[in-house]
């Protein structure tokens, strides 16, 4: 079992760009939660899909959007990047209606210049 | 709403000594609770977890952590570190009445820094 996986591991862009962040849930898994990880911070949950809609979402302005497609697996996208948007983002995914806890993956490092 | 308060931003110790690492949470709704771990540039580990039942819980790497609803704490021990025990400890809590799966809400994490 790979677990949660994420890609790109790092990524660089500048000022007014959009980013495309992808997920791939543990095996067996049906829901996948996105948080925003800011330097010396805790995470902050920005939203979770299950079943191919948004099932919750957090306080992130609409410039943040998702998308979890039929295999389960997410992206996270980020339109008109600013510097403030630099962090680790992290994918969790977990199963509705059962006892696990949310897995966690390697995180994706975003840096805006 | 929830909250979650780690009142310790860093907590030195010696090796082998024993360490606690403070955990209060405010919530209106019955809440799970976790502890993770993340080592450097890495994802969260989770150390252990409160659903239900005895409020002492045993997790991972010989860590425990006791659930006091009265207090609204759930604090994390261990009686004696090694150095490998070095990174950043996160409290979470989740709304009980959505399950497992539902969003957590993180503490601000405390620093471990287990010196020889």
């Known amino acids: 079992d790979a677990g949660v996986t994420q890609s790109p591991t790092h990524l660089i862009k500048t000022r007014g760009q959009q980013v495309t962040l992808r997920c791939s849930p543990k095996?067996?898994?049906?829901?996948v939660s996105w948080y925003q990880q800011a330097l010396g911070q805790g995470p902050q949950f920005i939203f979770q899909y299950y079943e191919e809609e948004e099932r919750q979402r957090g306080n992130f302005p609409d410039r943040f959007s998702g998308h979890q497609f039929p295999n389960y697996s997410s992206e996270l996208n980020v339109n008109a990047l600013w510097l403030g948007d630099s962090a680790l983002y992290l994918c969790?995914?977990?199963?509705?209606?059962?006892?696990?806890?949310?897995?966690f993956g390697p995180g994706t490092r975003l840096t805006v210049l | 709403a929830q909250s979650v308060t780690q009142l310790d931003s860093q907590v030195p110790v010696f090796e082998e000594a024993p360490v606690e690492l403070r955990c209060n949470y405010s919530s209106s709704v019955s809440v799970y609770l976790f502890w993770y771990v993340q080592y450097p540039n890495q994802g969260l580990q989770l150390l252990l977890k409160y659903l239900s039942g005895s409020t002492l819980v045993k997790g991972i790497n010989g860590f425990e952590a006791e659930f006091n609803k009265s207090q609204t704490s759930f604090h994390l021990r261990k009686p004696s570190v090694h150095i490998s025990d070095t990174a950043e400890y996160f409290c979470a809590v989740s709304d009980s009445e959505t399950g497992t799966a539902s969003k957590l809400t993180f503490g601000t994490g405390t620093r471990l820094q287990v010196t020889l």
């Open positions: 969790a995914s977990s199963s509705v209606g059962g006892f696990d806890e949310q897995f």
């Open positions: 095996s067996g898994h049906d829901t």
